[in-house]
Nanobody, 127 residues
Framework: QVQLVESGGGSVQSGGSLRLSCAAS????????MAWFRRAPGKEREGVAG???????SYGESVKGRFTISQDKASNTLYLQMNTLKPEDTAMYYC?????????????????????WGQGTQVTVTV
């Protein structure tokens, strides 16, 4: 089992920045990939960014060039640096992890790619 706890959400004006954190505990030694997802009101959960053990990253099209995923393996913490935020980035953001490696060692951004999920942290971007 892997436990995930997100933090860092909040309210920010359009164009601003936020950094989300996800603290992982439990069987973290065998985690092969981690990712951030988000779910906006009335929409399905979507993959935002993922990172594999080897450092390979993937991003959703809507956040490329604005968001950066990273991890500190020493502290078992995953980060999401979000810059140039837009109102459409408003959503609940979730951290996810899995023991399985992705195809081609890519992290993958599908919901079924991940077994463990955090409770989420709310991000609200105002005009």
């Amino acid at each position: 089992q892997v436990q995930l706890v997100e933090s860092g959400g909040g309210s920010v004006q359009s164009g601003g920045s936020l950094r989300l954190s996800c603290a992982a505990s439990g069987r973290t030694y065998s985690v092969a990939r981690m990712a951030w997802f988000r779910r906006a009101p009335g929409k399905e959960r979507e993959g935002v960014a993922g990172i594999a053990t080897g450092g390979i990253t993937s991003y959703g099209e809507s956040v490329k060039g604005r968001f950066t995923i990273s991890q500190d393996k020493a502290s078992n913490t995953l980060y999401l640096q979000m810059n140039t935020l837009k109102p459409e980035d408003t959503a609940m953001y979730y951290c996810a992890a899995d023991h399985r490696a992705g195809i081609g060692l890519l992290p993958g951004l599908g919901i079924n790619d991940y077994t463990y999920w955090g409770q989420g942290t709310q991000v609200t971007v105002t005009v």
